[in-house]
């Protein structure tokens, strides 16, 4: 599967498990991140770093997700090996 429509399918998960996603400039100042989750008000957010390559924003995602329960969301076996992977990894 290409990066292109991996990286979809993963934006779309986050959405379907209610989760808040954007793509921010995280180089200012003094963090320097590709990108994390976090609750803000009672609300998951997930922000990655807006000049990452897809690749790049796919890795991200997929650790994020990996912490996350993502049983109740119908993903295509190739993507749910992915986040399995990398949580025996993690």
């Given amino acids: 599967m290409k990066d292109e429509a991996l990286l979809n399918i993963l934006e779309e998960t986050a959405e379907k498990l209610s989760i808040k996603l954007s793509y921010e400039d995280l180089r200012k100042g003094e963090v320097a991140t590709h990108g994390g989750i976090f609750i803000l008000r009672g609300e998951k957010r997930i922000i990655i ?15 994020i997700l ?5 049983e109740g969301v119908h993903l295509p076996p190739e993507v749910r090996e992915k986040i399995a992977k990398k949580k025996i990894t993690a």
């Avoid at 770093?49 to 650790?63: C, E, F």
């Avoid at 990996?66 to 993502?70: N, R």
């Fill in 49 to 63: 770093h807006k000049a990452l390559t897809t690749g790049d924003k796919v890795d991200v995602l997929i650790d």
């Fill in 66 to 70: 990996s912490e996350v329960d993502t």
